[in-house]
């Protein structure tokens, strides 16, 4: 069994955000995919399982915490992936089947690498922070609030606390406590902090340990929540930017569509190749 190494949102190899993906992972258990996760130690790792027709594969996607029911960078790596695999010089649609929604990608080559782009479809809004409450997530970073935006939890598939705070505040965050609880009040997952001005976030896992390099699950979101506040225009494409306080700085494309849907797409970079010496059944 082969898996393979690339960075997504990266203009070149070693940058963007790190991701293993596991092209046919047939006999493996999930338990068996949790174990590779940590034993890779990627913020994530994605393995595909052919489907009915040649373009569908079904996908499941872990941290070295958990299985998430959808991720952004690991969509668009396996999809170039595939389109490396089995697309050529052409360019390729596929669809992922995750845990709660599929997804279509569209991937093409550009340069040495790979673009993709996926349709995360409507966003979904949920709990505005009262100023209370944001000014505490906010202390739990030791971050200052940026008050004239609201804080909102938002998903297009993975529900974010989106928390505007200060250039400042985004420069010297650093989580100071789990937040699991507090988050599965107000039914998030994560938190993403964001500097308005700049259109730059950061994220991190929810105790606080790994910083992630660049959340394509969050740039929906973010692209959703930005339109309704008035800073982007429907169809307009621009970029969000990620990554830079880990020396790994990353963009990502983002549009929403005049009917709501969401899109969000990168640069995707092959880094290498490399053989499972275990076999499946042995990590059951």
């Known amino acids: 069994m082969h898996y393979w190494q690339l960075d997504v949102f990266a203009e070149r190899p070693l940058s963007g955000n790190g991701l293993a993906v596991f092209a046919d992972a047939r006999g493996l258990t999930p338990a068996a995919m949790q174990a590779l996760t940590r034993e ?7 393995f595909l399982c052919p489907g009915e027709q040649p373009n569908q594969f079904s996908a ?11 991720a952004g960078h690991p969509v668009l790596g396996a999809a170039a992936l595939l389109h490396h695999l089995y697309a050529g010089e052409q360019a390729a649609d596929w669809q992922l089947q995750l845990a709660e929604k599929t997804l279509s990608i569209a991937t093409r080559r550009s340069g040495q ?17 009262s100023e209370q ?18 804080a909102q939890v938002v998903s297009t598939g993975l529900p974010y606390l989106l928390l505007p705070v200060t250039a400042a505040g985004l420069a010297n965050a650093k989580q100071q406590q789990a937040l699991d609880a507090a988050l599965d009040e107000l039914g998030a997952a994560f938190v993403f902090l964001m500097d308005v001005d700049a259109a730059e ?3 991190w896992d929810p105790l606080g340990v790994i910083e992630d ?3 394509g ?37 983002v549009r929403v569509q005049d009917n709501g849907q969401v899109l969000v797409g990168g640069h995707v970079q092959l880094v290498a190749r490399a053989e499972l010496l275990l076999a499946p059944a042995s990590l059951a």
């Open 40 to 46: 890779l130690r990627q913020f994530e790792s994605i």
């Open 60 to 70: 499941r996607v872990f941290t070295v915490e958990e299985e998430l029911p959808f």
């Open 113 to 129: 690498g790979f673009y993709a782009q996926m349709d995360q479809g409507r966003a979904s809004f949920g709990a505005v922070l």
């Open 133 to 150: 409450q944001a000014e505490w997530f906010a202390a739990c970073f030791a971050s200052s609030l940026d008050r004239r935006y609201p």
């Open 201 to 203: 976030g950061r994220t």
């Open 213 to 215: 390099i660049a959340t």
């Open 217 to 253: 699950s969050a740039a929906g979101p973010v692209a959703a929540w930005r339109l309704a506040q008035g800073l982007q225009r429907v169809g307009q494409d621009f970029q969000l930017y990620q990554g830079r306080f880990v020396d790994r700085p990353s963009s990502l494309d």
